[in-house]
């Protein structure tokens, strides 16, 4: 069983018993979620696409924890001006599991 789930802005392809990664959420770690914005559910059997959302339907997750992304070097440069700018950024993440789809 999978789902097309918008989570914080974003449509994230689900499965039961699987981490996954998000966008940081504003969740202490060990706290449970429900998205009710589901937009496709799926098995085995085929697939069903909601207009938008699945009515009725809902992912349970728990968030496990908040981890930073590798850093990522920002480096602008032009030439024979003597400008250049190097800046760092590291994204930060949350891992959630995902509990159940129903």
């Known amino acids: 069983m999978f789902a097309i789930v918008n989570i914080a ?3 994230v392809k689900v499965e039961e018993g699987k981490s996954i990664y998000v966008n940081l959420l504003d969740k202490e770690a060990g706290a449970t979620l429900s998205f009710d914005e589901v937009l496709l559910k799926g098995d085995d059997n085929g697939a ?3 207009t938008p959302f ?6 349970k997750a728990t ?3 908040h981890v930073k992304g590798p850093k990522i070097i920002v480096f602008k440069k032009k ?3 003597g400008y250049a ?3 760092g950024h590291r994204q930060q993440y949350s891992k959630i599991k995902i ?4």
Request: overall charge positive; hydrophobic content about 25%; proline content about 0%.
């Open 9 to 11: 802005g974003r449509q």
């Open 48 to 50: 069903t696409v909601g």
């Open 54 to 59: 699945l009515s009725g339907s809902s992912v």
């Open 63 to 65: 968030v496990e924890e």
């Open 79 to 81: 030439r024979r001006k």
């Open 85 to 87: 700018v190097k800046n």
């Open 99 to 102: 509990e159940s789809i129903g």
